[in-house]
């Protein structure tokens, strides 16, 4: 049944909660009868969810004020920022750092910079590489990077020369500003296909590792098409350039939602040959996170966990380019989806900074280095 190729839009798959799917109006009567043939049983979760989007835009208007930039603090995160505003943010944080400097790893389709932040060290000490945002919906993502990259240059004097971190915010900036522009659930990034008017690929099905061969659609117009090739976008070529340039040690990737922290693979239920090492890390790290929400993340790899997917950053990340330690980390669900309510951004930031210092922590350790 290709949900995806009917003008529904799934929002996502577990093998525990099920498939929750987005039905437009106009489709109501004909999805309730396609699943009573199969004979699916289907429960409404919420009848409007435009409700949802206008309280949430309301809500943003009320909070939205000019990002002036005098101070490095001068961002509450109560809001989610647009893509200028991040980068604004980001030439701040350097401008009142010591160590901390911009990363350009290349431009979108349209023409947007993929910019973020380094805190670098010398060579001999462990690295960690950390992207979000690389689905435009998902905006818990890119605004968790911005505390974590905030949270680096507070604590910079201490950090430097003991690990060194790098930080790209929003992988997608074309399907990011669009989703705050047009559609609130785009997903995919905005390149153009010759031959079709659907726009965009899912940045996240384009990486080559096992490409178009699981969780895919060859439908151009699907959220979850993988391009016409492996690396077609100029957004996956850039994260694939630079972590085959930095060859960091742990690998990052913030997704919404959740709450699950996931390792690979995401081609196979077999799993990595350390997956042990990688289990037992994400346990610490979601203990850390209980301790702080009472929340209760799934830890697994993402087949076993969820459903056969290929062509992912994390797949790739380990498999070709050798990242020992790889983690996708879906943030949690607060009853919207991808709607994370603005007074969740504050403890949603906090707590997930907690479980990134276990990651820090854990690869310093593998060098006989202190970073607590």
Same mark, same amino acid.
């Given at each position: 049944m290709k949900i995806e190729k009917s003008g529904y839009d799934v929002w996502g798959r577990s093998r525990t909660n099920g498939t929750k799917?987005?039905?437009p109006?106009?489709?109501?009567?004909?999805?309730?009868?396609?699943?009573?043939?199969?004979?699916?049983?289907?429960?409404?979760?919420?009848?409007?969810?435009?409700?949802?989007?206008?309280?949430?835009?309301?809500?943003?208007r009320q909070n939205t004020r000019r990002f002036i930039g005098t101070s490095k603090n001068s961002f509450d995160f109560d809001r989610f920022l647009r893509y200028e505003e991040i980068i604004n943010f980001i030439h701040n944080l350097v401008r009142h750092s010591k160590y901390a400097e911009i990363i350009n790893i290349g431009n979108s389709f349209e023409g947007r910079p993929i910019i973020g932040l380094k805190i670098e060290g010398s060579k001999n000490i462990p690295k960690i590489f950390i992207d979000a945002g690389i689905h435009a919906r998902e905006w818990a993502a890119p605004i968790t990077a911005l505390y974590l990259m905030k949270m680096m240059v507070d604590h910079e004097d201490t950090l430097h020369e003991k690990i060194s971190i790098y930080v790209i915010p929003v992988v997608n900036p074309d399907g990011y500003e669009y989703s705050h522009t047009v559609d609130r659930f785009w997903r995919k990034t905005r390149s153009r296909i010759d031959g079709t008017e659907c726009v965009g690929t899912d940045a996240n099905r384009n990486f080559n590792s096992h490409w178009a061969e699981f969780g895919a659609s060859p439908d151009p117009c699907s959220d979850i098409f993988p391009g016409l090739e492996a690396f077609s976008e100029p957004?996956?070529?850039? #994260?694939?350039?630079?972590? @085959?340039?930095?060859?960091?040690?742990?690998?990052? %990737?913030?997704? *919404?939602?959740?709450?699950?922290?996931?390792?690979?693979?995401?081609?196979?239920?077999?799993?990595?040959?350390?997956?042990?090492?990688?289990?037992?890390?994400?346990? #610490?790290?979601?203990?850390? @996170?209980?301790?702080?929400?009472?929340?209760?993340? %799934?830890?697994? *790899?993402?087949?076993?966990v969820l459903y056969l997917a290929s062509g992912a950053s994390d797949d790739w990340a380990m498999q070709v380019a050798k990242v020992p330690l790889v983690y996708t980390m879906e943030l949690p669900d607060y009853g919207e989806g991808f709607i994370t309510p603005i007074e969740k951004i504050k403890p949603m930031v906090r707590e997930t900074y907690k479980a990134f210092k276990v990651f820090v922590k854990y690869v310093c350790a593998l060098r006989h280095i202190n970073c607590s």
């Open positions: 799917i987005l039905v109006p106009y489709l109501e009567n004909a999805f309730k009868d396609m699943m009573n043939e199969t004979g699916i049983s289907i429960k409404v979760l919420r009848r409007n969810i435009k409700s949802v989007v206008d309280r949430s835009r309301k809500a943003r957004e996956t070529q850039a #994260i694939r350039d630079t972590i @085959l340039a930095i060859e960091p040690d742990l690998y990052l %990737t913030f997704h *919404s939602y959740g709450p699950m922290l996931l390792y690979p693979w995401g081609f196979t239920k077999s799993l990595p040959s350390n997956w042990q090492e990688l289990d037992k890390l994400a346990k #610490i790290a979601a203990h850390k @996170l209980k301790q702080l929400n009472g929340q209760d993340y %799934t830890i697994g *790899s993402s087949a076993n």
